[in-house]
């Protein structure tokens, strides 16, 4: 061979050897765990938006600070980016919105034992949940957690806070409803108020410009009262089939409320007393005045099936003790009645089940707005998980995986008033997406940051899981996050024995 041949091809394997030094120097380059960067470049992805809409691309997303400065079709020459210093390349990714978790509890404790609020943050930082929206908690607490999180101080999702309004008469409930918005309130929660003191607890947040969220239990009030008043969000729905029955549900004289065994167990009988002629104009008058339904399926799975709940397959690495010692049959703490709970129980929940999920799913079908919310650390439900499992279950209501994730992202960012910077992946919106390795409209399942077991070669893999979270700029890698949950985890379970 001549020398002239030779100077050809080691020119050739040095260009060979350049361009692949490109393209590998594209994948993730100059991207840390934990931070913000003046200008980040998702490159290549695919992007599920929160609008309802299909998935296109591929894209390149362009992050500047906290906000997403653009989103443009992907320039997939190997040098196009060579000169960023931070790159995140999504080929063979799917980039959605942050999920929004609409109903949760900020939780330092369960029954005394100490739980840090990391705990929860890191794991719905890693299930790809970029804002939550707390209906019930030590405001004097979690407010000093909304201010670290807004700082970025803490690993943590975007905090709202809908305070707790209290009162025995209209004049205090209007007085504390007050006080709350002093105290930061970005919203009101109200729970088991008399008619006529909720009434004035939602003209006064009205009249405060504060939204309200109503847990719509079995009380005097229903349904009815929530389209009414004009609250914002319908919370769980025991007061939806309420609304349309003919006089009282049909309960044994025995019945006390007071007793979960009793409330949860004839509850799963209520649906089915519904009438269903009533129940259409309920709902019609829940759309009309502009009511949105946050029906939490996740936290009442016990209920249809014990045994799956009791064993989920996360409590290995995940579960930390105080929340295990929480969840065992214990009437002193809410939501722990499961003892002699029956095959009957479980097959009229079932039904409940249907009737409810069609009625959701005929609630938006009439024009109603729908969000996901997942009210963890109760009922064997974890936090995190439980809202991955409320979209699996949002599903079997009869929603397409595209509207199952509008409900997660756009619908629950119209629930919080901030659909002008939340829940789109859009110029000029708040930077909080999430990258996933697989598409989870195709396997809801692929955002459990445990994954999918399926087969390769004839042998088992996990794949699937939420890779990169990122939470106003933030750029948190979902797996080390996890890790963290689960040294929280050890050292407590450690600590205990
Ligand atoms: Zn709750």
């Not at 978790?101 to 890191?122: M, T």
């Not at 007050?178 to 003191?197: V, W, Y």
Request: charged fraction near 25%; include cysteine.
């Amino acid at each position: 061979m001549s020398t002239k041949r030779w100077v050809l091809i080691l020119v050739l394997i040095s260009v060979l050897a350049a361009w692949s030094a490109g393209t590998l120097a594209a994948e993730n380059r100059g991207v840390e765990h934990g931070r913000r960067y003046d200008r980040l470049v998702i490159r290549n992805v695919i992007v599920i938006d929160g609008k309802g809409t299909p998935p296109r691309g591929p894209l390149d997303v362009i992050v500047e600070t906290n906000k997403i400065a653009a989103v443009r079709g992907a320039d997939r020459r190997p040098g196009a980016y060579e000169k960023e210093a931070h790159v995140l390349d999504g080929t063979g990714m799917y980039l959605l919105p942050g999920l929004i978790n609409n109903h949760v509890h900020l939780q330092d404790s369960r029954a005394g034992v100490a739980q840090p609020f990391e705990y929860s943050y890191k794991l719905w930082l890693a299930c790809g949940i970029t804002t939550v929206r707390d209906v019930g908690s030590d405001v004097r607490k979690t407010v000093q957690e909304r201010q670290k999180s807004r700082d970025g101080t803490i690993a943590a999702p975007r905090i709202y806070l809908y305070m707790t309004a209290a009162g025995t008469t209209p004049a205090e409930a209007r007085a504390r409803v007050g006080e709350l918005k002093k105290l930061g309130a970005d919203g009101i929660k109200i729970f088991g108020m008399d008619r006529d003191i909720m009434k004035a607890a939602v003209e006064e947040s009205r009249k405060l410009g504060l939204r309200v969220a109503h847990h719509v239990g079995v009380e005097e009030t229903d349904a009815w009262d929530d389209a009414g008043f004009g609250v914002s969000t319908m919370e769980h729905w025991y007061g939806v089939p309420d609304a349309a029955l003919d006089g009282s549900q049909n309960f044994p004289p025995s019945y006390n409320y007071n007793n979960e065994v009793d409330r949860f167990r004839y509850a799963g009988r209520l649906w089915r007393e519904a009438n269903p002629d009533k129940l259409k104009k309920v709902l019609q008058a829940l759309i009309d005045n502009g009511v949105a339904w946050i029906p939490t399926f996740g936290i009442y799975e016990a209920n249809r099936d014990l045994v799956r709940a009791m064993n989920q397959p996360w409590f290995k690495d995940y579960l930390h003790p105080a929340l295990e010692a929480y969840f065992s049959p214990n009437p002193a703490n809410h939501g722990s009645y499961h003892w002699n709970w029956s095959t009957e129980d479980e097959i009229y929940w079932k039904e409940n089940y249907r009737l409810w999920m069609a009625a959701v799913r005929d609630f938006a079908r009439m024009g109603g707005l729908v969000g996901c919310g997942e009210d963890a650390g109760f009922i064997y439900m974890t936090y995190g998980f439980t809202y991955l499992r409320e979209l699996e279950l949002m599903q079997e209501a009869g929603f397409h995986p595209i509207d199952v994730i509008q409900n997660a992202t756009g619908n629950n960012a119209r629930i919080l008033g901030l659909e002008d910077r939340l829940g789109r992946v859009r110029e000029g919106f708040l930077a909080d997406l999430i990258l996933v390795g697989e598409n989870p409209l195709a396997n809801f399942k692929y955002l459990y940051p445990t994954g999918v077991l399926d087969l390769k070669d004839g042998r088992p893999v996990v794949r699937g899981g939420v890779e990169w979270t990122i939470k106003d700029g933030i750029v948190y890698h979902a797996p080390t996050l996890l890790a963290d949950v689960k040294a929280m985890v050890a050292a407590a379970r450690a600590e205990k024995h």
